[in-house]
């Protein structure tokens, strides 16, 4: 398995960064997430933590608000801003529950919020759950041809090639290679 930044992982797990100044939280997500096959590390202040996100470079990073020093709403603002980190999803992890810290941090960057305590099992499929829209994003984006074939498919359209078009000239698109010309059918109207 290749990583983000071009580095070959050798044992092809998923990495999970969690910045939370409780000792012992950090353990708990680690045990059971490393049970269900992902690599753990942990930062117990937002200072190490964003310096551990550029070192370590995750694939998600679990953040609670409540840090010492640097606090979470800072770190996911800079990990916002930062281009090697911007695209790494995060997820708030703390105590505070109100609505507007919810949606402040939701506003901030992150793309879950969940409260303390919270369940183990919760959290590892809210972790997938994030982890496979943001990868099946990252894949279409990479490759446009399939975003337009994708996109065509989500509207109900259907693509075929033109048959009045013998040369079949063909562009390219992002490594791949479509045909200039494509018809765009649309399922018949029920009126």
Do not use: W
Not at 76 to 83: A, H, M, V
Not at 174 to 191: E, H
């Amino acid at each position: 398995m290749i990583a983000r930044d071009g580095r070959q992982l050798s044992d092809g797990k998923r990495r999970i960064l969690v910045i939370d100044d409780e000792k012992d939280l950090i353990e708990l997500v680690r045990y059971n997430h490393e049970k269900e096959g992902f690599s753990v590390r942990g930062a117990q202040d937002g200072e190490s933590g964003l310096s551990a996100a550029i070192k370590y470079l995750p694939d998600l990073i679990v953040v609670d608000l409540m840090l010492p020093g640097v606090d979470g709403l800072d770190v996911c603002k800079s990990l916002r801003l930062d281009k090697r980190t911007a695209r790494v999803p995060i997820i708030m992890l703390t105590a505070k529950s109100a609505e507007s810290d919810r949606i402040l941090g939701l506003e901030l960057g992150a793309d879950d919020y969940i409260t303390k305590p919270f369940s183990p099992r919760e959290l590892v499929a809210r972790i997938k759950a994030v982890l496979r829209r943001t990868s099946s994003r990252r894949r279409l984006r990479s490759n446009p041809a399939r975003q337009f074939d994708h996109r065509s498919r989500q509207t109900g359209n259907q693509l075929s090639r033109r048959s009045d078009c013998p040369d079949r000239h063909r562009i390219p698109v992002a490594g791949s290679s479509l045909p200039l010309a494509l018809a765009v059918s649309f399922p018949a109207r029920a009126d």
